[in-house]
C-alpha cells in the first residue's frame, strides 16, 4: 500500500530524470529505478520519500543528541566524543551516534544506545513521520523491539553485532542445488532459487560475483517449465562455494556491509575509512571495433599509453561493451605494475564497464573480466591507494581513441600541443594472457549452451525461434510456385534429407508431406480480379501411416515422431472432455488410467468442457466453428493431414524442423482463406485481406479449447496478409480500404420519427406493419429509441440473437429505480409514477455488454435520465411504458424491458433491424436509412456530447468505453467546429524556434588567440619528468 501513495502517470516519468548538483558542486545525474521487491517505478520514488524521512528524524534527534552530549560530564564519554569529532572532521559526516537508522521503501529499522535514548528516539520517530508527515504505522505484530529483531528476511542479533541467517531458507537453497544435480531442477526453480541466493550473500561477505556462476547454468535459457538445468560441471567450483558457504555459516558480522575495498589494515588502530590521497592521476581507456585499420584496446595516462591490438578472431567474437571492460582490467594491471604508488580515476566512455565496476555484470564474457579483476591482487592493492571509476564523453576522450585506432601520430601531436612526450609501454604477460583466457572460457560456455539449446531451449534471447549452430535445412516459410512434377519434387525432399548432417539428420516424415495433387493456387492477380464466386476444386488426400521402421528409426536418432494422421469430418467437432479421457487411458501412468473412467471424474470433465467453452459469448462460438469447417477441410481434403497440430514441441520452436512445417502449413492456409473468402460488399469484386486476421484468431482459440494446445506464432502471417493488401490497393486504391461507418443519428430525425401519427404505414405487410403507439410493441419501441438516444446502448444491450435465451444480466424491469420526490422506488404503483415531475429521474442499470461481460466494469456505476419537458425525453417514454403495461412484484426480474407483445417476448435482432430500417425509412428515404443502423444512436449521442464541448473522458465515461482509444472512430467532428478550429489557426503567429537554429555563441576570438601561441612555440616540447 506504502507503493501506491507515490502513484505516477508514465507519462510523466521524463520530470523525475533531473540533473543536479551536489554541495560540492559536482553535477550529478539522478534517474529513479524499479527496486528489486518492487513491481513499478513507485518503489523508487517510495524508497527515496523513505530516505526523506529518514534525514528528517536523524537531523531532528542529532539536534536533540547534541543538548543531551552537553549535559554528560562523563570522562570516558567526553573523550569518546572528542575521538568521533576528529573522526567526524576526516569522513564529513556525523560520526558521535548513539544510534543508527535505515528503511528498504517501508521497512525502517534503527539500533539505539540505552533504554531512554531509545523512548526519546521513539518520540521523534512519531513527530516526524505519524505528525508531520502523515504516515500510518503498520500494524502491531509486525513491530519490534529488543535486542535482536527481523528485517528484511534475516535475523540481527544487535548485542552480538551479527546477522543471521534463516536456516529453512538455506536449507530449502541446498536442496534445490542438490535434485539440480540429478535433472530434477527447471530453469524457472533455478532462477527462483537464485533469487534466494542473492539474498543469502550476505554471507559471502557481498561479494559482487558469487551470483556469477549460478546465473551462468542458465544463461539464455527461456523461463520454460519444461527445460532442466543441465550445465552445473562447467561452473562446479562456483557451485560447490556456494554449498561450503551454506553448510558452515549461518551468520555474518555486521562489517560485511563495508565493502572490503575500503579496508586498510585491521591490525592498527587507525579509522577503517581510507585516507584521501594527496594527488588523483587519470587514466583514460578506450576500444575501437570499426572505422581503422588497426583496432585495439588502448589506455593513457600523463603521457603514457599501451595498445593491444585485435585480430579479426577478436572482433567477430566480441562486441564493443566487452572490448571497453577489457580496456578497464588492463588499466589496473598496468598501472599497478608500472605505478605502484598513485591513486587513480579510471576514465571510460562505456556506460556498460562504469556499470558493471559499481555493481554486477550480466553477460558471460562481462562476468569473467569482473570476476578476474576484482579477484585479483592489482585491483586490491590499486583499491588500497584510491581507485575511482568514472564516465567520460566519447568527444572528450581522445587522448585513448586515438591510439585504440592506430592513430599514434596523431596522439603524438596532441600530446605535443599540450607540451607533453607521448611514450609507449610494453604489455605485461598479463595483459597478453587475457584475451586467449577469455576466448578459451567463452569456447567451453558456447560448447555447452549449444549442447543444451539443442536438446532443450525453445527460444533464443531474441525470441525468435530456436539457435542453430549448423547448417541444416529449412523448410520455405513462404509459398513460391509449386512445381506441377510432384514425383521430381519428393525426390529433391530426400536428397535434401540425405544431404544434412548426421547429428541434424530431418527425417522425412517430420516434413508437411506434398499430396499426390495439389490445387492450383491462382496467383495473386487473378486472385483479386476472379468473381468471388469462384471457387477452387480440391481432391480428398488420405496419406498412409507411416511404416514401424520408421518409427523405430526416428526414435534411435532422437527425432520425434509425427502423430499418427487423422481425418476430421467437416460436420463433427472433437469433444474435449472425450479426448482428455482417451489420452488418460492411454497414459503410461496405470493410476490415470483407472482415474479416466471414473464416472465421478468424467462429470468432472464433462462440466470442464462445458466451462471452456462457456468462457466465450455464444456468438464468437458459431463464428468459431464455421473457421473451423474451413481450416478441417484445408487440412484433412487438401493436404491430407490432421487439424489438429498437437506437437508441442514444433508449435513453441524446440523442434526446428517441425516449427517451420507448423509454420508453412499455417501460412499456406492463410494463402488459401485469403484466395477463398467472399467480399461483404458487391462494389468490390474480392474481399478484404485483413479479414483473414479474424480467421486465424478463431482458428488458434478453437484449437486451444479443442487440444489445449496452442498453434504456432508467427509474424509470417501479417506479412503475407501486408502483401495480398498491397496488390489489394494497387488494384482496386485506398478507398476500398476505408472503413464503412455508420452516420451519427441526428435528434431532428428521432424527433420525426416519434411523431408519426398512429396509423402510419412503414411497410406493405407484416405483423408490424402499422404503427400503433398504445401497443405494447410500438410503447417499447418508442422507449427504446429514446432510451438509446440518451445511453447509446449497443443493439445486443436492448435485444437478443434470434436463439438466445433472455437472462439475468440483460435489460429487464427490475433493471431501473425511479427517484420520485426524494424516494428511490424499484416497484411504483401508477399512483406514484404519474406524480413524476421536474427534479426526478429514473436510474437505470447497465445491462451486461461486449466490454463487460460479467457487470464487473460498469455494473456499478449506474446511468440516470432526468425528467424534461421534451419528445426526446426517454424518462417519460419509460413512465408510459410503465403506466399502460404495468408489472409489480417478482415478475419483473424476468420481464425484459422492451418487449415484443405482452407475453413479454424480448426484442430480436433480425426483428427490430428490419423496422428501424422502413421507420427510419418513412423520414430520411430509403436509400439514406442504409446509412444509418442501431449504432447510429451511440454514435450520434457521442458526436453530440462533443460538440457541446465535454471532454474525452466525460464522454467515455457517460457512453460506457473502457479505453479512450474506443473513442475515436465515434467521437467526429462537426463540419462547422472543424472550419472554426482552421479559421481560429491562421489568426495564430508561430514565434518558437528549434534550438539547433539559433545563433552560435563561440569564444572564437579565444581560440584563435591560444591557436597563435601554440604556433609560436611549436618547437617547444615539455619534459613532464624535467624539474
Known amino acids: 500500500s506504502f507503493f501506491w501513495q507515490f502513484w505516477l502517470r508514465s507519462s510523466d516519468y521524463w520530470q523525475q530524470v533531473i540533473i543536479w548538483s551536489d554541495e560540492n558542486g559536482n553535477l550529478v545525474y539522478y534517474c529513479p529505478y524499479v527496486l528489486a521487491m518492487g513491481a513499478s517505478i513507485s518503489s523508487g520514488y517510495c524508497q527515496d520519500v523513505s530516505n526523506l524521512l529518514m534525514a528528517v528524524v536523524t537531523d531532528v534527534f542529532d539536534a536533540q543528541e547534541a543538548i543531551a552530549f552537553t549535559q554528560c560530564t562523563d570522562p570516558r564519554f567526553r573523550e569518546w566524543l572528542a575521538r568521533k569529532n576528529q573522526l567526524s572532521i576526516q569522513t564529513g559526516k556525523n560520526e558521535a551516534r548513539l544510534f543508527a537508522i535505515r528503511c528498504y521503501t517501508d521497512d525502517p529499522e534503527w539500533m539505539v544506545v540505552g533504554a531512554s535514548r531509545m523512548i526519546r528516539f521513539l518520540k521523534t520517530w512519531h513527530w516526524v513521520v505519524s505528525t508531520c508527515a502523515g504516515f500510518l504505522m503498520a500494524v502491531p505484530e509486525k513491530r519490534e523491539l529488543g535486542v535482536a529483531s527481523t528485517w528484511n528476511g534475516h535475523g540481527h542479533l544487535s548485542s552480538a553485532s551479527i546477522v543471521v541467517l534463516q536456516p529453512h531458507k538455506a536449507l530449502s537453497a541446498l536442496e534445490v542445488i542438490r535434485r539440480a544435480f540429478r535433472g530434477e531442477?527447471?530453469?524457472?526453480?533455478?532462477?527462483?532459487?537464485?533469487?534466494?541466493?542473492?539474498?543469502?550473500?550476505?554471507?559471502?561477505?557481498?561479494?559482487?560475483?558469487?551470483?556469477?556462476?549460478?546465473w551462468s547454468v542458465v544463461a539464455g535459457l527461456d523461463n520454460n517449465q519444461l527445460i532442466p538445468v543441465s550445465r552445473m560441471h562447467l561452473h562446479k567450483d562456483g557451485i560447490e562455494k556456494w554449498i561450503q558457504t551454506l553448510s558452515c555459516?549461518?551468520?555474518?558480522?555486521?562489517?560485511?556491509?563495508?565493502?572490503?575495498?575500503?579496508?586498510?589494515?585491521?591490525?592498527?588502530?587507525?579509522?577503517?575509512?581510507?585516507?584521501?590521497?594527496?594527488?588523483?592521476?587519470?587514466?583514460?581507456?578506450?576500444?575501437?571495433?570499426?572505422?581503422?585499420?588497426?583496432?585495439?584496446?588502448?589506455?593513457?595516462?600523463?603521457?603514457?599509453?599501451?595498445?593491444?591490438?585485435l585480430n579479426e578472431h577478436d572482433l567477430e567474437m566480441f562486441d564493443i561493451p566487452v572490448l571497453e571492460m577489457l580496456g578497464v582490467v588492463i588499466a589496473v594491471l598496468m598501472v599497478t605494475e608500472y605505478f605502484p604508488t598513485l591513486a587513480v580515476t579510471i576514465w571510460t566512455d562505456s556506460d556498460t564497464s562504469v556499470a558493471v565496476l559499481h555493481n554486477k555484470a550480466t553477460s558471460e564474457a562481462m562476468k569473467w573480466l569482473h570476476s578476474r579483476l576484482i579477484r585479483s591482487k592489482q585491483y586490491l592493492d590499486c583499491s588500497a591507494r584510491g581507485l575511482y571509476v568514472g564516465h567520460i564523453s566519447g568527444a572528450a576522450n581522445n587522448f585513448a581513441d586515438l591510439p585504440s585506432r592506430g592513430k599514434i601520430n596523431e596522439l603524438e601531436q596532441l600530446c605535443a600541443a599540450f607540451g607533453i612526450r607521448a611514450r609507449r609501454l610494453?604489455?605485461?604477460?598479463?595483459?597478453?594472457?587475457?584475451?586467449?583466457?577469455?576466448?578459451?572460457?567463452?569456447?567451453?560456455?558456447?560448447?555447452?549452451?549449444?549442447?543444451?539449446?539443442?536438446?532443450?531451449?525453445?527460444?533464443?534471447?531474441?525470441?525468435?525461434?530456436?539457435?542453430?549452430?549448423?547448417?541444416?535445412?529449412?523448410?520455405?516459410?513462404?509459398?513460391?510456385?509449386?512445381?506441377?512434377?510432384?514425383?521430381?519434387?519428393?525426390?529433391?525432399?530426400?536428397?535434401?534429407?540425405?544431404?544434412?548432417?548426421?547429428?541434424?539428420?530431418?527425417?522425412?516424415?517430420?516434413?508437411?508431406?506434398?499430396?499426390?495433387?495439389?490445387?492450383?493456387?491462382?496467383?495473386?492477380?487473378?486472385?483479386?480480379?476472379?468473381?468471388?464466386?469462384?471457387?477452387?476444386?480440391?481432391?480428398?488426400?488420405?496419406?498412409?501411416?507411416?511404416?514401424?521402421?520408421?518409427?523405430?528409426?526416428?526414435?534411435?536418432?532422437?527425432?520425434?515422431?509425427?502423430?499418427?494422421?487423422?481425418?476430421?469430418?467437416?460436420?463433427t467437432e472433437l469433444p474435449r472432455a472425450a479426448a482428455i479421457s482417451n489420452m488418460l487411458c492411454q497414459a503410461r501412468d496405470p493410476n490415470l488410467a483407472i482415474v479416466a473412467k471414473d464416472p465421478q471424474i468424467g462429470a468432472l470433465m464433462k462440466l470442464m468442457h462445458d466451462s471452456l467453452h462457456g468462457s466465450y459469448a455464444p456468438s464468437t462460438l458459431r463464428n468459431d466453428r464455421g473457421y473451423w469447417r474451413e481450416w478441417s477441410y484445408f487440412c484433412s481434403e487438401i493436404l491430407g493431414t490432421s487439424p489438429l497440430r498437437t506437437d508441442i514441441s514444433a508449435n513453441i520452436g524446440w523442434d526446428c524442423i517441425g516449427h517451420q512445417r507448423e509454420v508453412f502449413l499455417l501460412s499456406l492456409f492463410t494463402v488459401w482463406k485469403i484466395s477463398n473468402m467472399k467480399p461483404r460488399s458487391s462494389q468490390v469484386p474480392v474481399a478484404n485481406p485483413r479479414s483473414a486476421h479474424g480467421a486465424i484468431s478463431s482458428i488458434r482459440r478453437s484449437h486451444a479449447l479443442v487440444t489445449g494446445i496452442e498453434l504456432v506464432k508467427t509474424p509470417q502471417?501479417?506479412?503475407?496478409?501486408?502483401?495480398?493488401?498491397r496488390s489489394y490497393v494497387q488494384q482496386f486504391g485506398p478507398d476500398v480500404l476505408v472503413p464503412k461507418r455508420k452516420e451519427p443519428m441526428r435528434m431532428s430525425v428521432v424527433k420525426q420519427m416519434v411523431n408519426l401519427p398512429s396509423g402510419s404505414r412503414i411497410s406493405p405487410s407484416g405483423r408490424y406493419a402499422v404503427i400503433h403507439w398504445l401497443d405494447p410493441f410500438w410503447t417499447s419501441w418508442r422507449a427504446c429509441l429514446l432510451t438509446m438516444l440518451s445511453t447509446g446502448f449497443r443493439k445486443n444491450e436492448i435485444?437478443?440473437?434470434?436463439?438466445?435465451?433472455?437472462?439475468?444480466?440483460?435489460?429487464?424491469?427490475a433493471s431501473i429505480w425511479w427517484h420520485i420526490g426524494a424516494v428511490t422506488?424499484?416497484?411504483?404503483?401508477?399512483?406514484?409514477?404519474?406524480?413524476?415531475?421536474?427534479?426526478?429521474?429514473?436510474?437505470?442499470k447497465p445491462p451486461l455488454a461486449k466490454n463487460d461481460q460479467f457487470g464487473q466494469a460498469f455494473g456499478n456505476k449506474p446511468i440516470y435520465l432526468p425528467y424534461h419537458e421534451s419528445v426526446l425525453c426517454a424518462a417519460l417514454a419509460l413512465r408510459d411504458l410503465e403506466v399502460r403495461f404495468p408489472m409489480r412484484g417478482a415478475i419483473r426480474q424476468h420481464a425484459p424491458l422492451f418487449a415484443m407483445d405482452a407475453r413479454l417476448q424480448p426484442f430480436r435482432h433480425d426483428v427490430i433491424d428490419s423496422i428501424f430500417h422502413r421507420h427510419i425509412g418513412l423520414v430520411v428515404g430509403s436509400e439514406a436509412a442504409q446509412c444509418y443502423s442501431l449504432h447510429s444512436f451511440r454514435i450520434?449521442?457521442?458526436?453530440?456530447?462533443?460538440?457541446?464541448?465535454?471532454?474525452?473522458?466525460?464522454?467515455?465515461?457517460?457512453?460506457?468505453?473502457?479505453?479512450?482509444?474506443?473513442?475515436?472512430?465515434?467521437?467526429?467532428?462537426?463540419?462547422?467546429?472543424?472550419?472554426?478550429?482552421?479559421?481560429h489557426a491562421t489568426s495564430v503567429e508561430i514565434t518558437g524556434v528549434t534550438p539547433a537554429n539559433l545563433p552560435r555563441l563561440d569564444n572564437d576570438d579565444l581560440v584563435v588567440q591560444c591557436q597563435s601561441v601554440l604556433q609560436s612555440h611549436s618547437d617547444t616540447v615539455f619534459d613532464m619528468n624535467e624539474p
Open 249 to 309: 555459516h549461518s551468520a555474518a558480522p555486521y562489517s560485511s556491509a563495508v565493502d572490503l575495498q575500503y579496508v586498510l589494515d585491521f591490525s592498527t588502530t587507525a579509522p577503517m575509512a581510507p585516507s584521501l590521497p594527496l594527488a588523483i592521476h587519470h587514466i583514460y581507456t578506450d576500444a575501437a571495433k570499426t572505422g581503422t585499420t588497426q583496432p585495439g584496446v588502448a589506455g593513457f595516462i600523463a603521457g603514457y599509453y599501451w595498445v593491444l591490438p
Open 940 to 983: 450520434g449521442l457521442a458526436c453530440a456530447l462533443l460538440k457541446s464541448g465535454k471532454p474525452l473522458p466525460l464522454i467515455q465515461a457517460l457512453l460506457r468505453w473502457m479505453s479512450p482509444e474506443s473513442l475515436i472512430p465515434y467521437a467526429r467532428l462537426d463540419p462547422l467546429e472543424y472550419g472554426n478550429h482552421l479559421i
Open 799 to 813: 435485444s437478443l440473437h434470434s436463439s438466445a435465451v433472455f437472462t439475468k444480466g440483460r435489460l429487464s424491469r
Open 426 to 571: 610494453p604489455l605485461l604477460p598479463s595483459v597478453l594472457s587475457l584475451l586467449p583466457e577469455l576466448h578459451l572460457y567463452m569456447a567451453q560456455f558456447r560448447a555447452t549452451n549449444s549442447t543444451s539449446l539443442s536438446h532443450a531451449q525453445p527460444f533464443n534471447k531474441c525470441g525468435d525461434g530456436p539457435q542453430r549452430l549448423h547448417h541444416s535445412f529449412v523448410l520455405p516459410t513462404t509459398a513460391p510456385s509449386l512445381p506441377n512434377d510432384i514425383e521430381a519434387w519428393r525426390s529433391q525432399q530426400r536428397n535434401i534429407v540425405c544431404n544434412a548432417t548426421a547429428n541434424q539428420r530431418i527425417m522425412p516424415h517430420t516434413l508437411l508431406r506434398a499430396p499426390p495433387v495439389l490445387p492450383a493456387l491462382r496467383p495473386l492477380g487473378s486472385v483479386l480480379s476472379a468473381p468471388a464466386t469462384t471457387a477452387v476444386e480440391h481432391k480428398r488426400v488420405r496419406l498412409s501411416p507411416l511404416p514401424p521402421a520408421s518409427l523405430s528409426q526416428s526414435m534411435s536418432t532422437g527425432v520425434a515422431p509425427r502423430p499418427p494422421v487423422t481425418i476430421c469430418n467437416n460436420n
Open 717 to 725: 502471417i501479417n506479412k503475407i496478409i501486408r502483401g495480398f493488401l
Open 825 to 844: 422506488y424499484s416497484d411504483p404503483d401508477v399512483r406514484t409514477l404519474q406524480s413524476f415531475t421536474h427534479g426526478d429521474y429514473v436510474i437505470m
Open 185 to 214: 531442477v527447471t530453469v524457472s526453480e533455478w532462477k527462483d532459487n537464485n533469487q534466494l541466493l542473492n539474498h543469502l550473500s550476505v554471507v559471502r561477505l557481498n561479494e559482487k560475483d558469487a551470483m556469477y556462476s549460478m
